[in-house]
């Protein structure tokens, strides 16, 4: 899928603090629910998420559940820079299933904004880094 859009809007840190923390709270939830992080592990993805939205660089993320190899449930975050906020795609919600051999993968798309240059200038600033540059490979 892909889209194109021109958008010009300025919005605050506030605003994305205040949005990163219903992301945060998102993701602990998720992980609490299916066992697929460790809440720790969930802030630290936010965290990230928090850094990059507040630079400017985060696009969408996708959070996505596997239960031994297959697709269970996925959620997206789409950063509206109209509004300032990241938007949901989560009909039903985020209290997901515990599952067998749970699995949880976070892909991370970035703007156009974040160079080879903007990746270093993050590099120190960023919790679990390389991980969120990359699609995980799924446990064997």
């Not at 990241?86 to 699995?103: E, F």
């Amino acid at each position: 899928m892909s889209q194109t859009r021109t958008a010009s809007a300025t919005y605050t840190v506030v605003d994305i603090e205040n949005v990163v923390r219903r992301v945060k709270a998102d993701l602990v939830m998720i992980a609490d629910s299916t066992g697929g992080w460790t809440s720790a592990k969930a802030a630290e993805y936010a965290h990230d998420v928090e850094v990059l939205a507040k630079a400017g660089y985060l696009a969408w993320v996708d959070v996505t559940l596997f239960s031994n190899g297959v697709e269970v449930k996925a959620v997206r975050f789409e950063v509206d820079t109209d509004a300032g906020s990241l938007t949901t795609s989560r009909p039903g919600g985020v209290l997901w299933p515990k599952v067998a051999g749970a699995y949880l993968r976070i892909i991370l798309s970035y703007t156009d904004a974040y160079t080879s240059a903007a990746r270093q200038a993050m590099k120190g600033k960023l919790k679990i880094g390389s991980p969120l540059m990359t699609t995980p490979a799924m446990p064997a």
